[in-house]
């Protein structure tokens, strides 16, 4: 079973968003997947809430319950464990990120969000645990051409001594629209765009956690996932 936390300082950096599309792209993926929200505001898991397929199981938690938890999902034979940790406390992302096999940090390309990256980084340094940096809300391109403060993020965040998503999620209303209805917008019809920028950021975290793609199996019907405390 594999590990990932979806972890930022900055409030509002898109951290449950991509936490929930990553948790969706695996079961899409054909892996049993877990989403622990241990965030207390349980906004994961208030996304999937209006989902009536299958996906994710849902579990509320913390982060001194995480231990418990992952060794339960790998008694359950779970494939991946995805946790969505709290925008501020430190230390709940620290017992995310011992835990986990992949710690992705999520960062808007601001100036408040890549100065609270800095201290984020340090601590998945710190803890000698891989990393990964995904850019956010990052405003979309044109014929082929970075916005400025793209560039500028792109060239900050190569001094956190992590490696850099290769695909930029940008600034897009899909990403919350079918939210609202528990779904990704890999769910979408594949020629839409932001349905193809998060299957290639699935894709990619999937080959990075997993080391091979996965096939895509049929999912069987039922209630869709539920909640529960752990």
């Given at each position: 079973?594999?590990?990932?936390?979806?972890?930022?300082?900055?409030?509002?950096?898109?951290?449950?968003?991509?936490?929930?599309?990553?948790?969706?792209?695996?079961?899409?993926?054909?892996?049993?997947?877990?989403?622990?929200?241990?965030?207390?505001?349980?906004?994961?898991?208030?996304?999937?809430?209006?989902?009536?397929?299958?996906?994710?199981?849902?579990i509320a938690t913390s982060g001194s319950k995480l231990f418990a938890l992952k060794t339960a999902a790998m008694n359950a034979a779970a494939d991946v464990l995805v946790i969505d940790t709290?925008?501020?406390?430190?230390?709940?992302?620290?017992?995310?990120?011992?835990?986990?096999?992949?710690?992705?940090?999520?960062?808007?390309?601001?100036?408040?969000?890549?100065?609270?990256?800095?201290?984020?980084?340090?601590?998945?340094?710190?803890?000698?645990r891989p990393?990964?940096?995904i850019l956010n809300q990052a405003p979309a391109s044109r014929e082929g051409v970075e916005p400025p403060i793209v560039k500028r993020a792109i060239e900050a965040l190569s001094l956190l001594r992590l490696p850099i998503a290769p695909v930029v999620v940008r600034a897009r209303a899909a990403y919350q629209i079918v939210l609202e209805s528990g779904r990704s917008v890999e769910e979408l019809p594949?020629?839409?765009?932001?349905?193809?920028?998060?299957?290639d950021l699935c894709a990619f975290v999937d080959r990075f956690v997993f080391g091979a793609p996965a096939k895509p199996v049929a999912q069987p019907k039922d209630e869709g996932p539920t909640a529960k405390e752990a």
């Open positions: 079973m594999r590990t990932v936390a979806v972890i930022g300082r900055k409030g509002g950096s898109g951290k449950t968003t991509i936490a929930a599309h990553l948790a969706m792209g695996f079961v899409l993926r054909g892996r049993r997947t877990i989403l622990a929200d241990a965030d207390p505001q349980r906004s994961a898991i208030e996304v999937f809430k209006g989902r009536g397929e299958p996906g994710p199981e849902l709290p925008a501020v406390l430190e230390d709940e992302t620290a017992k995310a990120v011992v835990l986990s096999d992949l710690s992705l940090l999520v960062v808007r390309p601001t100036f408040l969000d890549l100065s609270a990256a800095v201290r984020t980084s340090s601590i998945i340094r710190q803890l000698r990393g990964l940096v594949a020629e839409t765009i932001a349905a193809q920028e998060m299957k």
